[in-house]
């Protein structure tokens, strides 16, 4: 079956633009997890999704925002970019929420360059 | 701040030997997870671990869970250039993962 599906894989932006990235979960995956991975502080939890509702939030400042739609794909968008929120993005999914004894599946992430 | 502390942060091998790789923790997880992640991919799971003191194996690699249900380690016997890659642990909380910073293993032939 097919597995997460992340888009675009990769993309370059200027500083104070926004940027949305999109995430298609597996098929008959309710929850969608997103995380930030930068070599210096490694993988980071930003937030979880279950049926469109918002489970946990990281600990990102506002810019940092998503949404999950009524076909469990989901989407994140940080606006104002700065220097430092290059990075790879993942998204994962999983049944059920994290911590409910499931299989998580991230997906290959989204590239994100800030210049 | 990373939550699980994960050494060690580099390892570099011959293939045919033995590794291990250790994480820790100052935080009690209800069970914690271990993936494999390669370059331009994202990371896949290996195991998870939900009891204290348990150990599971994976063809060569073994995970073991602390008693304490705190730690846990990542042993591969007999490397091979197919185990390089870089391991991370992670703890399993309510509605998210904490992960270790990950140790990077290199397998050479």
């Known amino acids: 079956k097919a597995g997460v599906t992340q888009t675009p894989r990769y993309l370059i932006k200027t500083r104070g633009q926004q940027v949305t990235l999109s995430c298609s979960p597996i098929s008959g995956h309710r929850s969608v997890s997103w995380y930030q991975q930068t070599p210096g502080q490694g993988l980071q939890f930003l937030f979880e999704?279950?049926?469109?509702?918002?489970?946990n939030k990281g600990n990102f400042p506002g810019r940092f925002s998503g949404r999950q739609f009524s076909n469990s794909r989901s989407e994140m968008n940080v606006s104002t970019l700065e220097l430092g929120d290059s990075a790879l993005y993942l998204c994962a999914s999983s049944r059920a929420s994290t911590g409910q004894g499931n299989t998580i599946y991230f997906g290959e992430g989204s590239w994100l360059t800030v210049v | 701040t990373q939550l699980l502390e994960q050494s060690p942060q580099f390892l570099s091998i011959q293939e045919g030997e033995n590794l291990t790789v250790y994480c820790n923790s100052s935080?009690?997880?209800?069970?914690l997870q271990w993936y494999r992640q390669e370059p331009g991919e994202g990371p896949v799971l290996l195991v998870t671990v939900v009891t204290g003191g348990e150990v599971k194996k994976l063809k060569r690699l073994t995970f073991q869970f602390g008693d304490a249900r705190k730690d846990s380690s990542l042993h591969i016997t007999a490397a091979q250039p197919g185990d390089t890659g870089l391991y991370l642990c992670a703890g399993v909380g309510d509605y998210k993962l904490s992960f270790g910073a990950g140790t990077t293993v290199t397998v050479r032939a």
């Open positions: 935080s009690v997880f209800s069970s």
């Open positions: 999704y279950f049926s469109e509702t918002q489970r």
